[in-house]
């Protein structure tokens, strides 16, 4: 009974996150979205310049 006590309090200790990992997770999240916003930002500039484009040449042809 106290080789199965000990073995589970092990196993308790041993995958439990730390504050240090929680940290460390919340730091990767917030580096990965700063990327993606700067990708969507981009993202929407070329997508409003590729809709210009259209609504322009729609217009040259039309008009």
Do not use: C, H, P, Y
Request: charged share 25%; net charge neutral.
């Amino acid at each position: 009974m106290n080789a199965q006590r000990d073995i589970l309090a092990e196993a308790l200790v041993t995958s439990l996150a730390t504050r240090a990992d929680l940290l460390s997770v919340k730091n990767d999240v917030d580096r990965l979205d700063a990327k993606l916003d700067a990708k969507f930002d981009k993202l929407q500039w070329i997508l409003g310049i590729v809709i210009a484009l259209a609504i322009a040449n729609f217009a040259k042809q039309f008009f």
